[in-house]
């Protein structure tokens, strides 16, 4: 599937408001057949709205998040925009249901002058991206769970994101710390824990996130104020610096020990080994 201009022959299959979009593509699938259609209008001081529609015989097969995550990134890359937004009916169950899978936050505090648009905009759910949210990310990351922290946004005026204790992390939090003022290029970690419990998450900036354990070793790039890393068990762990000036910040589950640190890799190699799959 991809997205393309439009053609003659789509129009009997497209709803007339689409005549008048102003930044449109047909989603087509790989015989070039129309499946739907997405859209980005109201396109004014970095902020668009989006609107996304797919035939029925669409429906359930990648179409309509093809063409979603398609129109993000070219709103924010070739449009060169800042933030998304876009709205569906309380009603549309199944509307809800994607979006909500896909992570996207519900934004709460929507501009008057677009509920203006909407009659009804009581029965309306309103949900928003930034530029740098990351909206397709995988559940776990060497074993360590990947969680989406609490967001709420606030359309054209940023996010507000949040966590509690026991809550959104698995653990009471007695401590928190953060690295800054990082070169980029500059590596830092290089350690592991044996009982310590973490959740690292990413304020600002780009973060590689090398992670070993029992599960492997793999690696996330941590880029999205939202998205949070939660370690539960003991993991070597290293941090690259992709942006300078990136912040890590850590919630931990006790105060600082230096007896829980294992700085050796050889070390925490043998360590992992006498742990039980």
């Given amino acids: 599937m991809y997205l393309r201009e439009f053609k003659k022959e789509d129009k009997p299959l497209i709803f007339e408001w689409v005549q008048n979009e102003e930044f449109s593509f047909v989603i087509a699938s790989d015989t070039d057949e129309y499946m739907g259609m997405v859209s980005l209008k109201h396109i004014e001081e970095g902020s668009a709205e989006l609107e996304v529609i797919v035939r029925k015989e669409a429906m359930g097969h990648g179409y309509a998040w093809f063409g979603v995550e398609a129109i993000i990134h070219k709103a924010f890359n070739e449009l060169q925009l800042k933030s998304i937004y876009w709205c569906v009916s309380r009603e549309n169950v199944r509307a809800i249901r994607f979006f909500n899978k896909h992570n996207f936050h519900e934004a709460v505090d929507v501009p008057e002058k677009i509920l203006q648009r909407y009659e009804n905009g009581a029965s309306l759910k309103w949900y928003f991206v930034l530029k740098g949210d990351e909206t397709n990310i995988r559940d776990y990351v060497a074993g360590c769970r990947v969680i989406h922290i609490k967001t709420i946004p606030t359309i ?33 970690g290089f350690h ?10 990413c304020p600002y900036g780009r973060i590689q996130l090398i992670l070993e354990n029992k599960h492997g070793r793999e690696e996330i790039e941590l880029s999205d104020p939202s998205i949070g890393v939660v370690i539960e ?26 007896e829980d640190y294992i700085r050796d890799y050889e070390e925490f190699k043998t360590f992992v080994c006498k742990i039980p799959l």
Wanted: proline content about 4%; some cysteine.
């Fill in 156 to 188: 054209n005026a940023g996010e507000l994101s949040f966590f509690e204790g026991t809550h959104e992390i698995p653990f009471d939090i007695k401590r928190i710390y953060y690295i800054s003022k990082v070169p980029e290029g500059v590596r830092r």
């Fill in 192 to 201: 592991a824990h044996k009982e310590l419990k973490q959740m690292l998450f």
């Fill in 233 to 258: 068990e003991p993991t070597w762990r290293e941090m690259l610096w992709l942006q300078k000036d990136s912040v890590l910040c850590v919630a931990a589950s006790d105060f600082y020990k230096v």
